[in-house]
């Protein structure tokens, strides 16, 4: 009896130690947001890790070295294992099953090498052609499906490309008419752009350069020596590139001062066009920058540092941080979705994460030290964040605010979600309702919309009352004076003076 | 003092008083002479100006439109708020007077507190107002605000300058340089206060480490 008392008495402290243990996991929980004010606002998760994959769970025998370059082309993941030189084709064939299909060590055709050196990046395109980035063999390779040769883009010999250098492709974009862009070793000039048939056809997105009065001022007092090594230049070396649905270009940059970043005066994540402008939408409270504030907090220092981006066909975009191993999500408005990840053990946290691509809502996130692959599927939180911004583009409005409303039944502390419903609400023309929604989060511009057509409509109904209300303002007191002097004057006549 | 309350004279001066200071922010350089010398302000319109001022900034940190004014509630403490008023009155109220007595200014510390409180009515006059405009104006009509609300507060800046220079009799010179100076005597005020609490909390802590000392030695 005695015995059971204390075996009861432990299991009920382990159980009371337990609660205590995830309550405080609650409060510092593993996705996030930033309010209207910046401050952190713990979340549901939007993103569970559905599996971590490693070679075995692969079927592979030698396991992954060092991989550096991930793809997704329907249910077929392509994978650069850089250190064995080779390539995998891996098809999902369910949920959570990943078969390889074939293993690319080398190709057919009349060249030189028919073998990888160092692949460090791979795109698949929708004529069915395989782009590479070969680096150590200094090339990126065109192949088919089938693993012929069709051409190679080598170094440009061109006097704007520096000869000193080695070409040596880290990672690669392709749009739908097979114009190549490419971030290389040692390049800052921005991606170099190669035409269909090989040709380089210059830099594209470089940072462009901004003069304020301070350099004028400085060049005016420099002499011509100086004013040499002043060059008026931005160093602009991209990390990754993606090719969105509509063909335009995400690009990422670590190359950023913390300084910079925390002012806004540098970009970390851009949206290029195919003129190499930044068209990236910025209508979000904050930069996006990934986190807001940054301390030395477990060894980790200075800004998120994006390393891999892609976008979904809803234009929401997810960053990759190898900083802190994080991942943040934007919408198409640069409103920060969510933020979750971390650097650790546990799955759903990374070592040095390289590359991320997405499978319809999925998210598929490599990691270079683990050789893992983590496989990320949204929760139901995550979901219905999808579900109400896709009604929303679709024009089903009222739907989406419907979609919305669940979401803040997860989480009351979902700004989005309130400005959801507002726009929602608004496009329903019901604006009373909607300026609510968008007062509680501080939007203004959307607050000013729908007040504009409320006020319109409160004047229309209510023109009667207004005219009648001037009216009595300008006229009564004219009145009054009118009718004291008329009384004055009877008082003072002097027919009534008698 | 009860007796006064009960003369009907007190209220209709209090009444002509206040009035006067419509006409002092009209008319600054007649009026504040006139308030003075003619003794036609009083302490009791000065201290309603006042509280109308406290009353209106608090107004409109409630009552403004969100467009205009985003509140962080959590990080507001009324009382710290309404004494980044009065703080700053008393401070210069004290350091204006001390600086100009030395230098033949005329206004004693009772009229450089009225005069100031007087200074202040245009900040009420156009806050309330604009509080209430707030809220029937959109982001892009909202570019009056910030000039109205600018406009309040150089109105009053600039009458109390001139207050200055009618109660202590000064040229227009005299008075910026002394303005100036009042301004540099606050911060020095500020800065012996911040002194004289560290020294006072380190000399408290002193006494009780030793008081603790002495209990853990018994």
Same mark, same amino acid.
């Given at each position: 009896m005695k015995r059971l008392k204390r075996i009861s008495a432990f299991v009920l402290s382990a159980l009371i130690l337990a609660t205590s243990y995830m309550t405080a996991e609650a409060e510092e929980g593993y996705t996030y947001n930033y309010d209207y004010w910046g401050d952190v606002q713990y979340s549901p998760d939007a993103y569970d890790v559905a599996k971590v994959f490693t070679a075995g769970d692969m079927g592979l025998e030698t396991g992954l070295k060092s991989p550096q370059g991930l793809s997704v082309y329907e249910d077929m993941i392509y994978i650069c294992?850089? *250190?064995?030189?080779?390539?995998?084709?891996?098809k999902r064939t369910n949920d959570t099953t990943?078969?390889?299909?074939?293993?690319?060590?080398? $190709?057919? *055709? #009349?060249?030189?090498?028919?073998? !990888?050196? @160092?692949?460090?990046d791979i795109a698949v395109t929708d004529d069915g052609y395989m782009f590479i980035c070969d680096q150590s063999n200094k090339r990126i390779l065109k192949l088919d499906m089938d693993l012929n040769y069709v051409m190679e883009f080598t170094k440009p010999d061109d006097p704007n490309f520096d000869?000193?250098?080695?070409?040596?492709?880290?990672?690669?974009?392709?749009?739908? =008419? *097979?114009?190549?862009?490419?971030?290389?070793? #040692?390049v800052n000039k921005g991606t170099i752009k190669f035409e269909p048939d090989g040709v380089f056809s210059g830099f594209v997105g470089a940072t462009p350069v901004t003069y304020d009065w301070t350099d004028y001022i400085w060049k005016r007092l420099s002499t011509k020596a100086q004013r040499a090594q002043l060059e008026s230049f931005v160093p602009t070396e991209y990390d990754n590139l993606y090719m969105d649905h509509e063909g335009f270009i995400y690009a990422v940059t670590s190359n950023v001062s913390a300084a910079d970043v925390d002012s806004g005066a540098a970009n970390p994540v851009r949206r290029l066009n195919l003129m190499g402008n930044d068209i990236l939408v910025r209508n979000g409270e904050w930069f996006i920058i990934g986190d807001l504030y940054w301390g030395e907090a477990g060894g980790y220092k200075g800004t998120s540092l994006m390393t891999d981006i892609t976008a979904f066909e809803n234009d929401v975009y997810v960053a990759l941080d190898r900083n802190r191993g994080r991942l943040f999500a934007y919408d198409d408005q640069g409103r920060m979705l969510y933020a $979750?990840?971390? +650097?650790? +053990? @546990?799955?759903?946290?990374?070592?040095?994460?390289?590359?991320?691509?997405? &499978?319809?809502?999925?998210?598929?996130?490599l990691d270079a030290v683990d050789s893992s692959i983590t496989l990320f599927t949204p929760t139901t939180f995550g979901s219905l964040i999808f579900q109400a911004i896709e009604q929303f583009q679709d024009g089903e409005y009222y739907e989406s605010g419907e979609s919305w409303k669940e979401v803040m039944k997860l989480n009351g502390n979902y700004d989005l979600a309130y400005i959801g419903?507002?726009?929602? /609400?608004?496009?329903?023309?019901?604006?009373?309702? =909607? @300026?609510?929604?968008?007062?509680?989060?501080?939007?203004?511009? #959307?607050?000013?919309?729908? $007040?504009?057509?409320?006020?319109?409509?409160?004047?229309?109904? +209510?023109?009667l009352w207004i005219f009648i209300v001037v009216f009595a303002v300008l006229c009564v007191p004219l009145m009054i004076g009118k009718i004291k002097k008329i009384k004055h004057e009877i008082d003072t006549a002097d027919i009534f003076q008698q | 003092m009860l007796a006064s309350l009960k003369k009907k004279e007190t209220y209709t001066h209090y009444w002509a008083t206040l009035k006067f200071a419509f006409y002092c922010i009209t008319h600054p350089l007649d009026g504040f002479w006139d308030l003075t010398h003619e003794k036609r302000g009083s302490i009791a319109a000065a201290n309603t100006i006042l509280i109308l001022t406290l009353v209106s900034r608090i107004a409109k940190l409630q009552f403004t439109s969100f467009l205009f004014m985003k509140v962080y509630w959590e990080g507001i403490n009324i009382f710290l708020y309404l004494a980044s008023i009065l703080f700053p009155l008393a401070l210069w109220c004290v350091g204006n007077w001390a600086l100009t007595t030395l230098f033949d200014g005329k206004g004693t510390l009772r009229q450089v507190y009225m005069a100031t409180c007087y200074a202040f009515l245009p900040y009420p006059l156009l806050q309330i107002p604009l509080t209430i405009v707030s809220n029937v104006v959109t982001v892009e009509e909202g570019a009056f605000y910030s000039v109205v609300s600018a406009f309040s507060l150089l109105w009053a800046g600039l009458l109390i300058i001139a207050a200055m220079m009618q109660i202590?009799?000064?040229?227009?010179?005299?008075?910026?340089?002394?303005?100036?100076? %009042?301004?540099?005597? &606050?911060?020095? &005020?500020? $800065?012996? /206060?911040?002194? !004289? !609490? %560290? @020294?006072? %909390?380190q000399g408290i802590a002193y006494f009780i480490s030793i008081g603790r000392e002495i209990m853990f030695r018994m």
């Open positions: 294992d850089s *250190g064995n030189n080779r390539i995998l084709e891996v990943l078969e390889v299909q074939r293993i690319i060590t080398e $190709f057919k *055709g #009349n060249v030189e090498v028919n073998t !990888f050196a @160092m692949p460090t000869q000193s250098f080695d070409f040596l492709p880290n990672k690669l974009a392709v749009d739908s =008419a *097979g114009r190549v862009y490419c971030v290389a070793v #040692n $979750f990840g971390g +650097n650790g +053990n @546990m799955d759903g946290y990374f070592k040095s994460p390289v590359a991320i691509d997405h &499978m319809n809502h999925d998210l598929l996130v419903i507002g726009r929602s /609400l608004l496009r329903q023309e019901k604006y009373k309702e =909607a @300026m609510e929604y968008f007062e509680l989060k501080y939007d203004d511009d #959307n607050y000013s919309r729908a $007040f504009k057509q409320y006020r319109k409509e409160w004047v229309e109904e +209510n023109i | 202590h009799e000064y040229s227009i010179s005299k008075t910026i340089g002394f303005t100036v100076g %009042s301004l540099f005597a &606050m911060l020095v &005020m500020v $800065f012996i /206060l911040l002194l !004289f !609490f %560290s @020294m006072i %909390s």
